[in-house]
C-alpha cells in the first residue's frame, strides 16, 4: 500500500497524457472512494461527466462556438483542447438550499473530493490535471453537458496514462512556517515558529 504522505509528496499534474484511460468501471470505483472526503451535511453536492472519444470534440467545437468567427486560429486551439486527454471529467457543481451549509462549504466539500480523486488517480498510475479556462465559463459549453440552472461547471480533470518523459520533478516542500500562527492564552495570535532574530 503507497504511503499517504509520500503519494501527496510525489504528486504532480501531468499536462501530458496519453491513452490509455481509466475505464469507467475504474472511475466508479475511485469516485466512490473519493467521495468519502469531509462533506458537511453529505450533500455530495457534485457530479461528474464524463467525456471520451468523439465526444471530445463535440465538447471542443462547443467550447470554440464562443469565439468570434473572425478568429479561426483562436476557434481551432479552443476546439482542439479536450483532445488533449483521452478521458475527460467534467465537474459539475452542483450547490443546494441548506440552512446548515451554505454554499461555500458545499464547494469546499466538492474540492475535497476533486483532490481525493486526483490522489488517487496518482497512486493507481494514471495521470490527472485539473483545467478550467474560458470553456469551464462558456454557455454553449454548459448547455452541451446539460447543466441545469444553478449548476455551474468547475473545469475538468484531464485523466490519461502519463507521459514518462514529462512527468515533472516532485515540488520542494513548502516552508509553511509563516502560514502558522497560535493564538496565546493571553489572546494575541504570535507566530507558532518564531524566525530569529523575530520577537515573540
Ligand atoms: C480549480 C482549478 C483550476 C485549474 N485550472 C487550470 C488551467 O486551466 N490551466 C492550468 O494550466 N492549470 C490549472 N490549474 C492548476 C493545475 O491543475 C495544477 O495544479 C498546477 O499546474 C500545479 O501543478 P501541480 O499540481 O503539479 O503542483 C487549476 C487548478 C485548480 C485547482
Not at 486560429?73 to 483532445?83: I, M, N, S, V, Y
Not at 494514471?126 to 449548476?151: C, F, Y
Amino acid at each position: 500500500m503507497t504511503d499517504l504522505s509520500e503519494a501527496i509528496r510525489r504528486r504532480r499534474s501531468a499536462a501530458r497524457v496519453t491513452g490509455p484511460a481509466p475505464t469507467d468501471d475504474d472511475v466508479l470505483d475511485l469516485v466512490a472512494a473519493a467521495a468519502t472526503g469531509p462533506d458537511h451535511g453529505l450533500m455530495r453536492p457534485w457530479r461528474l461527466i464524463s467525456v471520451r472519444g468523439a465526444a471530445r470534440s463535440t465538447l471542443g467545437r462547443a467550447a470554440a462556438a464562443d469565439l468570434p468567427p473572425e478568429d479561426e486560429a483562436g476557434r481551432d486551439r479552443e476546439a482542439a483542447k479536450p483532445l488533449r486527454a483521452p478521458l475527460l471529467l467534467s465537474i459539475v457543481f452542483t450547490p443546494r438550499e441548506n440552512p446548515k451549509v451554505p454554499e461555500w462549504e458545499q464547494l469546499a466539500a466538492t474540492s475535497a473530493m476533486v483532490h481525493n480523486l486526483v490522489l488517487l488517480l496518482h497512486v493507481r498510475g494514471w495521470g490527472a490535471m485539473w483545467r478550467t479556462g474560458p470553456a469551464s465559463r462558456s454557455s454553449a459549453v454548459g448547455a452541451v453537458l446539460g447543466l441545469a440552472p444553478g449548476e455551474r461547471s468547475l473545469g475538468w480533470l484531464f485523466v490519461g496514462t502519463p507521459d514518462p518523459v514529462s512527468i515533472p520533478a516532485p515540488r520542494p516542500a513548502f516552508d509553511a512556517r509563516d502560514r502558522l500562527s497560535q493564538l496565546t492564552p493571553q489572546g494575541a495570535v504570535t507566530p507558532l515558529f518564531p524566525r530569529a532574530g523575530t520577537a515573540t
